[in-house]
């Protein structure tokens, strides 16, 4: 069994590891637990976490959430009020839960935490046909710090790329004020010196060489 365990746990690291976007891990995250389990699942991610998440979330907060379901069919069973309640229960309470009130099929929401982070949830839906026992807790557990990891990595390096960006923004700002206070500067100057010239020698110039420097 450990050896079965190791196996599977190396073999969605591997592909972790080379997986890049958001939609992509959380895909081979479900596609993989789904093959696993036999069960359906889900796996609501929110990588704008960051400072050990300021506030709870609510139903409605889910709806910002990136979502990815085992099959199109599991998404019917996971938008019923009980398994939202449940999933945002899990979020708040950054603990494993399952509404005990609930007949099959019921979920069991896993939070996705790293250095007091909450990245996302997990949701197994137990059915009639499977439940998740010791096992299968154990091994998910593993699974979750896999998938922590790779969500970790990606948002790192999308707060790098938004850095980036800022920076070549400001580098854009600058130049473009820099281009327009040189292309500024010498009608300026030339509009200077000519009212100079008018108030300073207003008595010695000809109504013609006024009215040349007014106009430019």
Do not use: W
């Amino acid at each position: 069994l450990k050896e079965k365990r190791t196996e599977q746990l190396y073999e969605i690291n591997k592909k972790l590891l080379v997986t890049r976007g958001l939609e992509n891990i959380m895909s081979i995250t479900v596609e993989y637990l789904y093959k696993l389990f036999s069960l359906p699942v889900v796996f609501y991610s929110d990588l704008k976490a960051d400072n050990q998440n300021k506030g709870e979330i609510s139903i409605s907060s889910l709806s910002f959430f990136k979502v990815s379901y085992s099959t199109q069919e599991d998404k019917d069973l996971f938008r019923k009020i009980e398994e939202l309640n449940s999933a945002v229960s899990c979020y708040n309470t950054r603990q494993l839960y399952t509404n005990s009130f609930s007949s099959y099929p019921r979920g069991i929401y896993f939070p996705v935490i790293i250095q007091e982070n909450t990245l996302g949830i997990i949701g197994i839906l137990e059915n009639s046909k499977g439940q998740v026992n010791k096992n299968t807790l154990e091994l998910t557990d593993m699974i979750l710090s896999q998938v922590a990891m790779a969500l970790e990595r990606q948002r790192l390096s999308d707060k790098q790329r938004e850095i980036v960006v800022e920076s070549e923004k400001e580098k854009m700002r600058s130049n473009l004020l820099r281009s327009v206070s040189h292309d500024l500067r010498t009608p300026l100057t030339g509009i200077i010196g000519a009212t100079s010239a008018l108030l300073d020698n207003k008595k010695y110039i000809d109504k013609e060489t006024e009215k040349h420097l007014l106009l430019g």
